[in-house]
């Protein structure tokens, strides 16, 4: 069956298809198609998986044509960025009020 292994690498992202067997896990489509050994920053321990948008854990089945994703992990956190960000925005007014 045909899938797509895709990594959102902020630098060099990559997107690849494969023929996998049906019965073929996440953690067997990632590892099948190489992409470990391309990027050394993918640690399937710490970085989430999912198929179509939807975080899945690794030993799930995969079904044609689904297109399984590698996640960055957060570096910040979501609930602080609105906060630092209207930090920003009210001390640039202040600056140029000066």
């Given at each position: 069956?045909?899938?797509?292994?895709?990594?959102?690498?902020?630098?060099?992202?990559?997107?690849?298809?494969?023929?996998?067997?049906?019965?073929?896990?996440?953690?067997?489509?990632i590892e099948r198609s190489g992409i470990l050994g391309r990027y050394e920053d993918i640690d399937l321990e710490r970085?989430?998986?999912?198929?179509?948008?939807?975080?899945?854990?690794?030993?799930?089945?995969?079904?044609?044509?689904?297109?399984?994703?590698?996640?960055?992990?957060?570096?910040?956190?979501?609930?602080?960025?609105?906060?630092?960000?209207?930090?920003?925005?009210?001390?640039?007014?202040?600056?140029?009020?000066?």
């Amino acid at each position: 069956m045909k899938i797509s292994v895709s990594y959102a690498h902020p630098e060099k992202p990559a997107w690849m298809r494969l023929d996998v067997d049906e019965g073929c896990t996440l953690r067997a489509a990632i590892e099948r198609s190489g992409i470990l050994g391309r990027y050394e920053d993918i640690d399937l321990e710490r970085n989430k998986v999912g198929v179509f948008g939807k975080i899945k854990p690794l030993d799930t089945v995969l079904a044609e044509g689904d297109r399984v994703e590698i996640y960055q992990p957060i570096v910040i956190d979501p609930k602080t960025a609105p906060r630092r960000k209207r930090a920003g925005q009210e001390g640039s007014e202040g600056a140029e009020g000066d």
